[in-house]
């Protein structure tokens, strides 16, 4: 064992028997390397990264390679979800210096922690015009021999081009009508008309581009940001990208079409087209919507869910497929013969329904599940006694490996989702599991200072800080479960965090946001990224999260720091859109006020109260937030001075500072709240 066996990670803890002397990243890391006089080996991955396994068994499981690493480098293991500061600060190095990225990512470093070379994934032989790793290993120590100073003069540079690296931000002007027109019609541009989404092979769920076609939509009526965010979203549904028998969403496609998966699942995924389900849902009353939302919910509380009630990263890609071998996607996927063997006569009829071939739409003449049929009638019963049939069957395969540390900001979506899901369908399980989570990011992520811990595990908070995306997605979380419970603590909670978000991550003069707080370890570059990845930016998610909580208390230092935040959203918005949709999609709530909707009623527990709550929950009006409660609560700013209308639950939509006239009827507040 090395001395990853005392870390919490799991994707540590998968490297802990390794015989590289790993280290994790630690001042005593590089201490040992600059009294050594040794370069540093930084590899950074993450436990469902199915390449990082790969790497690991072909070269950090060897002996051989192992030796020359522990003779020649200090070798520093890294959690990029754990560190997603370390993880940022070397993949922009990576990018700028070979043209992309991924993981495994694989960095050489001076003592300084200067990057001086870079790479991912190395083979163990040369193939495909790629080194082999123990090639790379060598020249580098060849290098680092004989050339040093050179080294030092290549990472020196490296660094000062990094630092000189400046986001374009245009202060508090926020983006308007014509950048959001420009941006809608760049997405109008690189849209796949015939399989829905963006771009080529890989493709991704744009989650955050369909968040803001929909509320596009919503406030101006645009059928063609409708059509692009619905389209998308049937597709990625009825392709292999869903899984269509247990629910939820893998990682990305690798083709265009959403036939094979890349199968890990991660929970921000799967949080994120929760909600964006929902909302398509609200958007119009699809039951496609519904159905794939629900189902999506239940996966996420059936197989993420922790027993301290936060939820687990990710599920892996690979798991045994019954020889002892890892596999990946060996747990999703089927041939003909194997549904002749589970389901009888009814084995053609699920072929044609799923889409099973004899030839296989994946490896070795194995099939992704889909639904291809877009016409015909299949029998309902039938169909669902296939499903039963063939998810028992699949529970007695191997499970793919599950990574159960709970990061807070992933967390913090679920929360968002879970909530906004159980009040839109009626289904508060899944808003009590939305609380399970937020308790247990207060309980065990938030200290007496209002801070945040990235991760936890077992109960037991991480030792690493949360970065702004964890001070901001957990607060929106905290602001959806506002909305959605009535109890007012989640706005004080969300309120905490966001006067960190001011006071630790926010550039005083520009209003520009920083990934890291002002007091955190210091990298090589404080690291910053207004575009979204995988999740929404810290910077952007911190602006929505800050005009939600403005909306909600009327504070106008929220607000102001919101729309200084979405000055970077005018610039690249209508330059590249696909890769700043939550920034858009803020934007738009922005535009729309975001309204304030207050709801009373004579009790918590009235019926006449829930169904007029439960039409502001539903309305489609881009960021708006709801606050409920009597009359005399003082739970909710929003609630003050709210009176009864001829003794009846009453509800007071406002925005911009102009309220208009209360209404009693669910319907007249539907119609009220989805006016442009």
């Known amino acids: 064992m090395n001395r990853l066996a005392h870390e919490t990670s799991p994707y540590l803890l998968q490297h802990a028997d390794n015989p590289v002397d790993w280290w994790p990243w630690s001042a005593e890391a590089f201490d040992t390397a600059r009294k050594a006089g040794k370069p540093v080996l930084l590899s950074v991955g993450y436990s469902s990264c199915h390449w990082c396994h790969v790497m690991a068994h072909e070269s950090f499981e060897d002996q051989a390679t192992a030796d020359y690493l522990n003779e020649h480098f200090v070798s520093v293991k890294v959690d990029r979800e754990e560190r997603p500061d370390v993880d940022a600060v070397y993949m922009e190095a990576v990018q700028a210096a070979t043209g992309h990225g991924g993981w495994p990512m694989t960095v050489f470093l001076t003592p300084d922690a200067e990057p001086f070379y870079f790479g991912t994934y190395f083979p163990p032989a040369p193939r495909h015009g790629m080194p082999s790793f123990r090639q790379v290993l ?74 803001f076609l929909l509320r596009h939509h919503a406030r101006t009526g645009a059928e063609g940001a409708l059509e692009m965010a619905r389209d998308t979203c049937e597709r990625m549904a009825r392709g292999g990208l869903y899984d269509q028998l247990g629910g939820g969403f893998a990682r990305y496609s690798v083709d265009r079409d959403w036939v094979v998966p890349h199968f890990e699942k ?64 060996a747990y999703y996927v089927w041939t003909p013969a194997q549904f002749r063997e589970v389901l009888g006569e009814d084995a053609a009829l699920a072929a044609q329904y799923f889409g099973v071939t004899d030839e296989g739409t994946f490896e070795h003449g194995r099939s992704v599940l889909q639904l291809p049929q877009t016409e015909g009638v299949f029998d309902a019963d039938r169909i669902a006694s296939v499903r039963s049939r063939l998810l028992a069957e699949r529970a007695r395969r191997p499970a793919p490996g599950r990574d159960d540390k709970v990061v807070a900001a992933w967390n913090g979506l679920a929360v968002a989702a879970l909530a906004e899901t159980g009040a839109c369908f009626d289904r508060p399980d899944l808003t009590e599991a939305a609380l399970g989570a937020a308790d247990l990011l207060v309980r065990v992520h938030l200290d007496e200072h209002a801070r945040l811990a990235r991760t936890s595990r077992d109960g037991r908070a991480g030792a690493h800080a949360g970065v702004l995306e964890d001070y901001a997605d957990v607060a929106e979380g905290f602001l959806a479960l506002a909305s959605v419970t009535g109890e007012g603590v989640w706005l004080d909670f969300a309120g905490l965090l966001l006067d960190q978000v001011l006071t630790r991550f926010t550039d005083p003069a520009t209003g520009a946001l920083y990934d890291t707080a002002s007091d955190a370890e210091r990298l090589i570059r404080r690291p910053q990224d207004p575009t979204d990845n995988a999740t929404p930016s810290g910077w952007t998610a911190a602006a929505g999260a800050l005009l939600g909580y403005a909306a909600h208390t009327g504070s106008e230092r929220h607000r102001t720091a919101a729309e200084r935040a979405l000055g970077v959203v005018k610039t690249l918005g209508p330059r590249v859109p696909r890769f700043i949709g939550w920034g858009l999609a803020v934007a738009e709530a922005l535009l729309d006020g975001p309204r304030e909707v207050a709801v009373v009623g004579p009790s918590l527990d009235d019926a006449r109260t829930t169904a007029l709550h439960r039409a502001a929950l539903q309305a489609t009006a881009p960021g708006a937030v709801v606050a409920r409660g009597t009359p005399d609560s003082d739970e909710f700013p929003l609630l003050a001075d709210r009176v009864l209308r001829d003794g009846e639950p009453t509800a007071y939509v406002c925005r911009g500072f102009v309220c208009d006239l209360p209404v009693t009827d669910p319907e007249a507040l539907r119609a009220r709240l989805a006016t442009g």
């Open 138 to 211: 060598e020249g580098v120590q060849q290098a680092w021999a004989t050339r040093r100073d050179e080294v030092a003069d290549v990472a020196g540079k490296i660094v000062r081009d990094l630092s000189q690296r400046e986001i374009s931000h245009q202060g508090d002007r926020a983006p308007g009508e014509q950048e959001l027109a420009q941006a809608l019609l760049g997405l109008t541009r690189e849209y796949d008309p015939q399989r829905g989404g963006f771009g080529g092979a890989p493709k991704f769920p744009p989650s955050m581009v369909l968040e």
């Open 266 to 329: 991660m929970l921000y995924d799967n949080a994120l087209l929760c909600r964006v389900y929902t909302h398509l849902w609200r958007a119009g009353g699809s039951e496609l919507a519904r159905r794939v939302a629900l189902e999506t919910a239940d996966f996420m509380v059936r197989e993420l869910r922790t027993e301290e009630g936060g939820f687990a990263s990710a599920l892996d890609a690979d798991s045994d497929d019954g020889t002892g071998r890892h596999v990946e996607g």
